[in-house]
Antibody, heavy 122, light 108 residues
């Protein structure tokens, strides 16, 4: 059974930093593109970042470029999101998500974690 | 940026009725469109990808179709567990993907 378990969310002041983690199990983590998708309270979904299987390619939505960094450790089956210079509009539930099929970039998200809430407020 | 416009915002139906949800793209996305279901407090669930392919384990009452830049998700006979919010998502102009604003299917 595929499992994605996020952690690291919490309350942080504007301008602060936070690092989210996602531990994967039940599949060969190193063969899938992985993503972070967020959802502000009561709002819709927004893609945040995507990373290739070996970490050699990363892509970001414009609103987080230069502030957020996606990374992965395939030996630990883990995905990360380093969030710096946080703003109030970054407040959201952050989901870790797995692409649909191994080996290729499809950007259809088959499996999701339960999400971790990040609140940016003074 | 490609904009996905979902309509209606809310659909009020009874169990057993058929639901038709629309997603219109501001420009061509080919067949690169997916549909997700999200229930309160839960993560989204992939229903349909490539406009009309059902994801693993999705019941046959869910179907997707495309006509140009207009996409439709049809739920043939609503079950109680189908009342939720539905989002469309495209992946056609990478790097860049967006979700629609969502349609809530509520019990009438």
């Amino acid at each position: 059974e595929v499992q994605l378990v996020e952690s690291g969310g919490g309350l942080v002041q504007p301008g602060g930093s936070l690092r989210l983690s996602c531990v994967a199990s039940g599949f060969t983590f190193s063969t899938y593109w992985m993503a972070w998708v967020r959802q502000a309270p009561g709002k819709g979904l927004e893609w945040v970042a995507v990373i290739k299987q070996d970490g050699s390619e990363e892509y970001y939505v414009d609103s987080v470029k230069g502030r957020f960094t996606i990374s992965r450790d395939n030996a630990k089956n883990s995905l990360y999101l380093q969030m710096d210079s946080l703003r109030a509009d970054d407040t959201a539930v952050y989901y870790c998500a797995r692409d649909l099929k191994p080996g290729i970039l499809l950007l259809y998200f088959q499996d999701w974690g339960q999400g971790t809430l990040v609140t940016v407020s003074s | 940026e490609i904009v996905l416009t979902q309509s209606p915002a809310t659909l009020s139906l009874s169990p057993g009725e058929s639901a038709t949800l629309s997603c219109r793209a501001s420009q061509s996305v080919s067949n690169y469109l997916a549909w997700y279901q999200q229930k309160p407090g839960q993560a989204p669930r992939l229903l349909i990808y490539d406009a009309s392919t059902r994801a693993t384990g999705i019941p046959v009452r869910f179907s997707g179709s495309r006509f140009g830049t207009d996409f439709t998700l049809t739920i043939s006979s609503l079950e109680p567990e189908d009342f939720a919010v539905y989002y469309c998502q495209h992946r056609s102009n990478w790097p860049g993907l967006t979700f629609g604003g969502g349609t809530k299917v509520e019990i009438k």
